[in-house]
DNA sequence: GGCATTCATCGACGTTCGTCAATATGCAAA
DNA sequence: TTTGCATATTGACGAACGTCGATGAATGCC
């Protein structure tokens, strides 16, 4: 007699099969978010309701110019802020509606 | 006459010095939470309310057990899910309280 | 005891990510 | 037009990450 599938089926009923729900869509938002240096900019512009200049993120960090440039594109990227250029400057602000959708996920997750 | 810092304050009033929010802490979960798999494990935990066995979650994936293994200590060490041993069996369950930090991010960046 | 099963850990590999210096682009004033 | 400044892009480098095969630890059954 061929045992096949060995066991798993004493520890849980095999019932359900277990359909997960749709989690997917929230990777690349949690993704963008998983950086100190990204939350902490989005911190800043939550801070201040309104918009906020580069230069002035720049000098919030001990980090390069590039760098800051850099995970701007990322936040940009996920939706999370938009920037507006200005002449020279390019002020940046908050995307309130995708940040959002961390509270869906919240829901999706614990309720 | 040294200009020292150019110029930087003609784009934006140089008066609020921008305090950013208290985000550190949330960099470790949105760090756990970023990734397919992972997000996924908490989706399957999440539609079926009670625990699930890790053979179960190790099933419904096409990774290495060991791999499976290697993202429930990461969903471990963050908190956001709890395990049982019960005999040979490891069940896992949703913490939802560090579920619910989600919201509390949500709010610090949105409100 | 001896063996099978479940799960965790280890070591290695390729890929992705955060960072910087250098360079490019776009705009504005002289 | 030329010069200067603000920001973005490129290329390179090391660190961190996801993955696997092999191994180890703990438990239950013969």
Known sequence: MPKAKPAADDCCTPTAKVRSRATRPYVPLCKALADETRLEILGMLAERAGMLCACEIEAHFDLSQPTISHHLRILREAGLVSAERRG????????????????????????
Chains 1, 2 share one sequence.
């Open 88 to 111: 020279t400057w390019n002020y940046y602000s908050l995307e309130r509606p995708v940040v959002e959708r961390l509270g869906e996920l919240r829901a999706l997750l614990a309720d």
